[in-house]
């Protein structure tokens, strides 16, 4: 029993007979009730089957140490009898009971009679009792047991050892044993002294030390007096009074989140490095080095130190005296108190915690030296000159986080009632600790203010700091403290780019807030971010972008400098300007020699990139010049902003350049932002909006005599009235137009008109009137040296000849219109020609260039933003695709089609989508989808007022639908086209 399980015959290998046999042997001659040996085999719960089990267990116990011996026979080992079972065993037979027998005799003897019986009972065990058996709670407790009567033993034998002066012995016997319980003090006292006795004196050392630290790794717990009095004796002086010094501050009761910095700041702690926390005031680094300290505690058994550098006490003084040394120990001079602290930290395991650190300098001779030792510095501005430190950003506190520690404080119950106003109380905290909990610390202080009420004065930013206080605990003291702390020219920097409303900004605004170069900026942004007062991440586009924090921003309490901000707005309108010019051309435009070349280039590379990252810092400068009385800057950016974003999603800055003209009653200039703005709405697609814009222009320019601006608000409104159906409108409209654009000498007016003309009388089914306004047009454009509109008039032209059969005249021309829309650098027009000659090689059977081409204009499009253009690109590839027999792709580019005009509420576009999906679904087969699609085209042509293409329809719907009933409505389209259905 006294080691592994044994006996003179081969017992059983299983576990339950050998489980079985270690509780009988455990009351040997005794009957164990059988329910006894069910609850020890299974403690958490016996099977159905454990009777049967146990009976098993018992068989096979039988077997193997009374072989061959009858159940019932008196020399049977294991017997039967009252619901239980008994061991037999005579007396000398089991080695506790000799173990018992020596220990007694010992008691009774004296001198080396004693020593001798003591070791020779210890000498019976060989290992820990019933080693190789899974105990239960009986066998357990009967284990503990002997071990208990061994360890007995052992103490008194190594006692007359000691006496005896028999180090040696005392030596080797317990190494081994204090190997296996490293943290028995007894022990370990014992074998230091029998070290030092021989003459190992380090030796002894090191068990003591390995004692302690064991006990303080598995227990938390210091040595006793005892060991610390043995500690005294070998290295004659004491282990620090008390033993080991933990000057930690308590841990935050409430700590929250921050998972992902404490695992990081635990593995560096592995290592000597130190650990440097760097954050924004009030970002809670003291908390998290706290946390971290704590956590990590037990592997530096000598101790933990912490000091703030901001208090004025010798910091180096403080942790020689925490380490047990005298006054009069301490050197007088600052270098012998470094000497001295270097030396004492070099053999130790000493965690060391540095608050409130400004620079390298103050930190360094304050490391412990030894490679078991570990330092975590907290610091506002990141040391970098702290070789070898492992850094690691205390940012903001996520959402999630926040929620969590205000629920802490507050109690999730009064959170969950008012969610949404926990959402704006957070808003406000800006993910900053400190924040955060001083929010919590008022809420539960006034348990009758609601957290939306608590929200609302949050909100009002003049009051935002002072609610944020409960207390000593202010947001406002410790912003203020980290603002003093800065240069005064950081801290007029960060005055000026205290931009009310923005919440980031580029580089080069910053530039022209500063009044500096960029690249004199930029130096100064990046130590504002390395002392944690401004924030800088990179937008999509890889450039960085800066915030200032919003309660940093209310803790300055001043307002930009006014010509600072003129400055800033002023480079924002020529940014905007410039982005402009390049979404309208292929190549980068010319630089501006009002904004710094590296930004210009950037902008022209990306404009929609520019103008998605920057647009709500252009809405916000729009209002902004607006409010201070700079009206030329604010149409400027007006302007700017409208054609970047379009009216419909710019919202009210988008309309404040017409609403200045508007003020100041100039007619003139109201025309014309009104026309612009109706341009925008047609390029989106929103042609009721745009209708209503031309209409306004239109009364505007006669109301001022201005003949040519009433001429292109009136093709504007054709335009519009084309695509909607109110056909005679449009040809009135055209008519009109050319009259006083004739009167006026107006060439380049006249030759957009012939071709919007061009363009209508096709579509009614003239195609001689068609030809006649083409050529025109063509013709007023080289007259004026307009390449653009000859550009535009070919274009449309060419799309006229193609629907016409006449491809090569088509070809011609579109090569020209591609040629020079390309030269004149018009990415929108490009796209246009390239869709028509998308729509040109479907129509030749070249399938691979017509993709090509479609392709092109489709990301065009899409990268100017014009979406009610893309639209038509994706009838086009769709028609194209199926042309092809694509079936499965020109379907998903028809359904894109359909559903942005139906979204627009673009119907003509409407009827050219499903013209092409009727056509589809005939190519597939599919006669009744194909019907129901061509008929409701031909339907909407015919509301439309365009009879060639509700006569196309029409011969596609006859080839799916033999009914009949659409030969009269094709004969009637067929008179529409040779007789004219609208005026003359």
């Known amino acids: 029993m006294l080691g592994p399980l044994a006996a003179s015959v081969p017992l059983p290998s299983a576990a339950q007979p050998r489980r079985v046999l270690a509780v009988l042997l455990a009351r040997p001659n005794e009957f164990v009730h059988r329910d006894t040996l069910v609850d020890e085999l299974w403690p958490q719960g016996p099977p159905s089957s454990a009777a049967a089990v146990v009976q098993m267990a018992v068989s096979k116990l039988r077997k193997a140490l009374s072989p061959g011996v009858p159940v019932d026979d008196v020399r049977q080992r294991v017997r039967s009898g009252r619901s239980g079972y008994r061991l037999m065993v005579s007396d000398g037979e089991l080695d506790v009971a000799v173990f018992s027998e020596l220990t007694a ?42 071990e208990d009567q061994r360890s007995s033993v052992l103490g008194k034998l190594v006692e007359l050892e000691l006496a005896a002066g028999d180090h040696k012995a005392v030596a080797d016997r317990l190494g081994p044993e204090l190997a296996v319980r490293p943290g028995d003090e007894r022990l370990a006292g014992w074998l230091a002294e029998a070290l030092h006795r021989l003459g190992r004196r380090d030796a002894a050392m090191a068990v003591l030390d390995r004692c302690r630290r064991a006990l303080w790794e598995h ?22 009074a008390g033993g080991a010094p933990c000057r930690l501050p308590p841990a935050t009761p409430d700590f929250t989140g921050r998972a992902g910095e404490l695992a990081e700041v635990g593995r560096a702690l592995r290592g000597p490095a130190p650990v440097v926390l760097h954050g924004a005031a009030g970002s809670g680094k003291s908390a998290l080095a706290v946390q971290a300290a704590w956590r990590v505690r037990k592997r530096f058994p000598d ?214 170069s960029e690249g004199e900026a930029a130096e ?99 209002r902004t010049a607006k409010n201070r009385g700079w009206t030329e800057l604010a149409m400027r950016l007006a302007d700017a902003y409208s054609d970047l974003v379009g009216p419909a999603k710019g919202g ?109 009388w096709d579509d009614l089914g003239d195609f001689r009137r068609a030809q006649e306004c083409f050529d025109a047009s063509l013709l007023l454009s080289l007259h004026c040296e307009d390449g653009r509109q000859h550009d535009r008039s070919a274009k449309r032209y060419a799309d006229v000849l193609r629907r016409n059969g006449r491809m090569d005249e088509a070809g011609e021309l579109l090569t020209s219109a591609l040629i020079g829309t390309r030269s004149s650098r018009e990415r929108h027009w490009e796209a246009h020609v390239l869709r028509s000659f ?62 942005t005009f139906r979204e627009l509420g673009d119907r003509r576009g409407g009827g050219y989508a499903l013209l092409s999906f009727g056509r589809l679904r005939a190519d597939e087969g599919i006669a009744t989808e194909a019907a129901d699609g061509l008929r409701t085209a031909a339907g909407l042509f015919r509301e439309l007022g365009f009879p060639v293409w509700e006569l196309r329809a029409l011969k596609d719907l006859s080839a799916v639908d033999q009914s009949g009933r659409q030969r009269d409505r094709a004969r009637e389209a067929l008179t529409k086209i040779r007789f004219g259905a609208t005026p003359a």
């Open 105 to 146: 005799a010992a008691a009774k003897a004296t001198g080396a009679e004693r020593r001798a019986l003591l070791d020779q009972a210890l000498g019976l065990w060989r290992g820990r009792a019933f080693a190789d058996v899974p105990v239960g709670p009986l066998v357990e407790a009967h284990r503990l047991w002997l």
């Open 219 to 240: 227990t938390g717990v210091s040595p006793g007096e005892e060991l610390l009095a043995a500690h005294r004796r070998i290295a004659g002086t004491g282990w620090s």
């Open 303 to 516: 101790g933990q130190l912490v000091a703030d550098l901001r208090d004025t006490g010798d910091v180096l003084a403080g942790f020689l005296r925490a380490l047990g040394l005298a006054e009069e120990e301490i050197p007088a001079d600052r270098a012998g108190r470094i000497s001295l602290w270097q030396s004492r930290t070099a053999d130790r395991r000493l965690l060391v915690v540095l608050e409130n650190c400004r620079s390298e300098a103050e930190v360094r001779p304050l490391l412990p030296t030894g490679p078991g030792c570990a330092a975590i510095v907290t610091t506002r501005r990141r040391p970098a000159g702290l070789v070898g430190a492992r850094f690691v950003e205390v940012g903001a506190l996520s959402d999630a986080e926040s929620r969590d520690l205000l629920g802490a404080i507050t109690g999730e119950a009064r959170l969950s009632a008012e969610p949404d106003a926990v959402r704006r109380v957070l808003a406000c905290c800006d993910g900053l600790a400190l924040a955060v909990r001083a929010a919590g610390m008022k809420l539960l202080q006034r348990p009758r203010l609601s957290v939306a009420e608590f929200a609302a004065r949050l909100e009002n930013e003049r009051l935002r700091l002072d609610e944020l206080a409960a207390g000593d605990l202010g947001v406002r003291p410790v912003l203020a403290g980290a603002l003093a702390e800065l240069s005064p020219r950081q801290r007029k920097s960060l005055r000026l780019l205290g931009f009310p409303g923005a919440t980031e900004f580029a580089g080069w605004f910053a530039a022209a807030m500063l009044g500096r």
């Open 524 to 622: 100064l942004l990046d130590e504002l971010v390395d002392d944690h007062v401004l924030h800088a991440e990179p937008d999509r586009m890889g450039v960085v972008r800066y915030r200032l924090p919003a309660l940093i921003r209310l803790a300055l309490r001043e307002p930009p400098d006014p010509e600072a901000l003129r400055r800033a707005l002023t480079a924002m309108a020529a940014l905007a300007e410039h982005a402009l010019a390049a979404l309208g051309a292929e190549y980068p435009p010319s630089r501006r020699a009002d904004v710094p070349a590296a930004v210009s280039d950037r902008v022209a590379a990306d404009p929609i990139g520019w103008r998605d990252t920057e647009r709500a810092n252009l809405a916000l400068a729009v």
């Open 652 to 760: 009210s800055p988008a309309w404040l350049g017409f609403g200045i003209v508007r003020d100041r009653v100039d007619l003139p200039a109201e025309a014309g932002k009104l026309l612009k703005l109706g341009h925008a709405h047609a390029d989106a697609g929103d042609l009721a909006r745009a209708r209503t814009c031309f209409s306004l222009a239109e009364t505007r320019f006669r109301s001022v005599g201005d003949h040519p601006g009433t001429g292109s608000a009136l093709i504007a409104l054709a335009d519009v009235d084309a695509d909607t159906g109110r056909t005679g409108a449009a040809v009135h409209a055209l008519r009109e137009a050319l009259d006083l654009l004739r009167d006026c000498g107006d060439l380049a007016g006249q030759a957009m008109a012939s071709a919007q003309f061009g363009s209508l």
């Open 838 to 899: 998308g729509d040109l090689h479907a129509k030749t059977g070249h399938a691979g260039e017509s993709e090509r081409c479609l392709a092109r204009s489709l990301e065009l499009f899409e990268y100017v933003g014009h979406r009610h253009a893309a639209a038509y690109t994706h009838r086009s590839f769709g028609e194209s695709l199926r042309l092809a027999g694509e079936h499965g792709r020109a379907a998903e580019h028809l359904n894109l089609a359909m559903s």
